[in-house]
């Protein structure tokens, strides 16, 4: 299975809503999709597991959906620190999507 | 709360063997699952494998079977080994914890070592 994410960049200004993208080549079972923040120059960290359920002390700006082969990550309204790379990754293989940078506008 | 460190030899050369070790503490191994992942600079993420904690290793085929993941619960470490090195290999190296179960995801991450393969 292979992971598409769109956009490769996201320019925005804080306070914006956040729309990322990550597209299955083949249909999967939801509960196998995750998605991760990473900081420069930080480690990965968990931000939703199971396509829509968030990770231990991830605020409730960050939430995921589904439809279909497309997923969807979105933050309501984005903070400073929410200016990272996002990855999506699914189990069965346990592919990454190639990451959408979110960046200062 | 679970914390995971890597160790590795930041330098290695070409043809050789890597060995990174992924020393967990502040919980125990039992129950999980444990991954390597790696991020050559300035790209995105690649899986290396798993192991349960009984040591049973699952490896992502693109590596051609270069890769070896063992298991010392009793020792709460973990260590990948990778073979036949090229400059290809050159990455950050993290290890992960997996939570295996109804849903699965890497919930603990390292900070992750560099590996750099040049002579």
């Known amino acids: 299975i292979v992971l598409t994410q769109s956009p490769g960049t996201l320019s925005l200004s804080p306070g914006e809503r956040a729309t990322l993208f990550c597209r299955a080549s083949e249909s999967f079972s939801s509960r196998f999709l995750n998605w991760y923040q990473q900081r420069p120059g930080q480690a990965p960290r968990l931000l939703i597991y199971g396509a829509s359920t968030r990770a231990s002390g991830i605020p409730d700006r960050f939430s995921g959906s589904w439809f279909g082969t497309e997923f969807t990550l979105t933050i309501s309204r984005v903070e400073p620190e929410d200016f990272a790379v996002y990855f999506c990754q699914q189990y069965s293989g346990w592919a990454f999507g190639q990451g959408t940078r979110v960046e200062v506008k | 709360q679970v914390h995971l460190q890597e160790s590795g030899p930041g330098l290695v050369k070409p043809s050789q063997t890597l060995s990174i070790s992924c020393t967990v503490s502040?919980?125990?191994?039992?129950?999980?699952?444990w991954s390597w992942i790696r991020q050559p600079p300035g790209k995105g993420l690649e899986w290396i494998g798993y192991?349960?904690?009984?040591?049973?290793?699952t490896y992502n085929p693109s590596l051609n079977s270069r890769a070896t993941i063992s298991v010392d619960t009793s020792k709460n470490v973990f260590s990948l080994e990778l073979d036949s090195l090229t400059a290809a290999d050159t990455a950050v190296y993290y290890c992960?914890?997996?939570?295996?179960?109804?849903?699965?995801?890497?919930?603990?991450w390292g900070k992750g070592t560099t590996v750099t393969v040049s002579s």
């Open positions: 192991i349960s904690y009984t040591g049973t290793a």
């Open positions: 992960a914890r997996v939570n295996w179960g109804s849903y699965n995801y890497m919930d603990v």
């Open positions: 502040g919980g125990s191994m039992s129950s999980f699952y």
